[in-house]
Every structure is written in structure tokens, then in C-alpha cells.
């Protein structure tokens, strides 16, 4: 009997399930075609030789992409990329926990200073690039110049002599309040009773921040690589307003090479190759992040 009623409530359940497909797809279907239809034009113009400068348009395959692959501006641009990545990672983690620590504390001002430390995050990277270029680091009307200059030090052509260390300086700058923001939640949420038992027994505070303070922090910082690295691949307003991918490609990632190559060149066949090994790139970082942080969820 008591099979019977089960099966017979499975069966009316059953008869009230609705068919969603129609009801989502109004939403669905613009979001895939707003997706994949530019990925799939930039597929086709990849296999094209398609140059503003050159009226005729012909298939020409996989050559774009061979000529991209033995460029050695393709190396460079990696490699700006990675750098840019990783130095600006760094300095939001270690900035980050410095900046959840102290803001954790008592001290008046306290408020005023959260909200400070986090305003940079709200800047546009044009805005936030042009005051750096004009107001902070100009080599002649600079601030940092007038305080070297000041303490006859000289003064340092930032955007000519280091290029993707000034870039990766003004994106940190925009992305340390995000860490540190993510990171004075976690502390706030720390087992207050368990510090104070590690400082009643005698616990520094470089022991207490390695073995309590580091190991609660693992899952947000690894929630910030994940969240910042998609964002970080595809930094450009910085270096169009700042150096323009110069010197030469001292300060060229990937995303202005194709920008430079389908724009500046005109050549719209190479950019588009260069696009798709961006995008292939890009989904490669994700997946191999969403899996990493999936791990450290579990």
C-alpha cells in the first residue's frame, strides 16, 4: 500500500512538471547569440587574409596563425602578460593582508580610512592612468619627481625606463582595495576566541598571523587569483593612455597586440587569429582556476 501511494505521488508530482525550455529561452538564446556569433566572425576573419590597406579579401587558412606563433612579438606580449599577472597578484596579496590587518584594528579614523583605502577601486583605469601619467610619476611636474628632486636623487622617466613595472604599479593600485576588502571580511569572521586563547598563551604576532590568521585567508585568497587573473589578462586602458605598448614592446601584453595588430597595422586577419588565441588562452587560465578553487572549496 505504501508503494502504491508513493507511486502514485511521483506520478502526479510528474504530471505538474512544467517544460522550462520555452520560458527561459526569451533570455537564453540573445545571450547566445551575443556570445557566439562575434567569436564566430572573429573565427572566420582569422582564416582570411582581411587588410584595410588591401582590397582584396581571399581564404588563406591557418597562415594568420602561422605568422602569429613565429612572431617574436607574440613572446614578448606573453611574457608581459604573465609578468603583468603575477606582479600585480603579489602586490594585492601582500598589500591586501597588510591593509585587512591594520583595518581590523581599533583607531580613530578607522571609518574614514576603509572607505579611502577602497575609493581607488571605483576609479575608471582611463582616470586612474592619466593621474598617475600627469600628476604622480610625469618626469618633469610629477610629484615622485618633485620629492626625489627634493632629496637630490635625481628624477626617474617611469613610462621610458620601466615601463611594465609603472603599468603594473597603477593596476595594482586599482585592485589592492578589492583584495583588500575580500580579506578584512575573512578576518572579521575569524574565531575571535581562538586568538585570544593563542595570545593568552604566549603566541606572537607573526606565529598567530602564520598558523591562525594565514590558513583562514587560504580560500579568499585564492577566490582573489581567480577573480583578478580573468580581469588582469585583458589590461588595456592603462597601457593605451600611458605608454602605448612602448618602448618598442616593452610594455605590450596580449590584449594590445591584437589591438595594435587589427587597429594600428590594419591588419584585421592577424588580430582576429591573435583574438582567438586570446580567448583560447584566457578559457584555459578560468577552467584550470575554477578547478583549482573548486579543490580549495571542497
Not at 582570411?48 to 579579401?57: A, G
Not at 610619476?137 to 618633485?146: C, E, F, K, W
Not at 572579521?188 to 598558523?211: I, N, P
Not at 610594455?251 to 589591438?259: E, F, G, I, K
Amino acid at each position: 500500500m505504501a508503494n502504491a501511494a508513493q507511486s502514485g505521488s511521483l506520478r502526479r508530482r510528474r504530471g505538474r512538471q512544467v517544460d522550462t525550455a520555452p520560458l527561459i529561452a526569451p533570455v537564453v538564446l540573445p545571450l547566445v547569440v551575443w556570445a557566439f556569433v562575434p567569436l564566430a566572425v572573429t573565427l572566420w576573419f582569422s582564416l582570411l587574409h582581411y587588410n584595410l590597406l588591401d582590397p582584396i579579401t581571399r581564404f588563406v587558412g591557418f597562415n594568420n596563425y602561422s605568422y602569429l606563433l613565429t612572431d617574436p612579438s607574440l613572446l614578448d606580449a606573453l611574457w608581459n602578460t604573465l609578468a603583468l599577472v603575477v606582479g600585480v597578484l603579489a602586490a594585492s596579496i601582500v598589500f591586501g593582508c597588510l591593509f585587512a590587518i591594520l583595518f581590523d584594528q581599533e583607531f580613530y579614523g578607522r571609518s574614514v580610512a576603509r572607505l579611502l583605502i577602497i575609493m581607488p577601486f571605483f576609479v575608471m583605469p582611463t582616470v586612474s592612468a592619466l593621474i598617475w601619467k600627469n600628476l604622480l610619476m610625469h618626469p618633469v611636474n610629477g610629484l615622485i619627481a618633485y620629492v626625489t628632486r627634493s632629496l637630490h636623487l635625481g628624477v626617474i622617466d617611469w613610462f621610458g625606463n620601466w615601463p611594465l613595472t609603472s603599468i603594473g604599479i597603477i593596476v595594482a593600485w586599482q585592485w589592492v582595495p578589492f583584495a583588500t576588502l575580500i580579506l578584512l571580511t575573512a578576518i572579521q569572521s575569524l574565531d575571535r576566541e581562538q586568538v585570544e586563547a593563542a595570545r593568552m598563551d604566549g603566541a606572537k604576532r607573526a606565529t598567530m598571523f602564520y598558523f591562525i590568521v594565514l590558513p583562514h585567508l587560504a580560500r579568499p585568497i585564492t577566490v582573489i587569483i581567480m577573480i583578478e587573473t580573468i580581469f588582469l589578462l585583458s589590461v588595456f586602458a592603462e597601457i593605451l593612455v600611458t605608454t602605448n605598448g612602448g618602448p618598442g614592446d616593452a610594455s605590450t601584453n596580449l590584449t594590445y597586440l591584437v589591438y595594435k595588430t587589427a587597429l594600428l597595422d590594419f591588419d584585421v586577419g592577424g588580430g582576429s587569429a591573435g583574438g582567438i588565441v586570446a580567448v583560447i588562452l584566457a578559457n584555459v587560465v578560468a577552467l584550470f582556476l575554477v578547478r583549482t578553487v573548486a579543490r580549495s572549496l571542497d
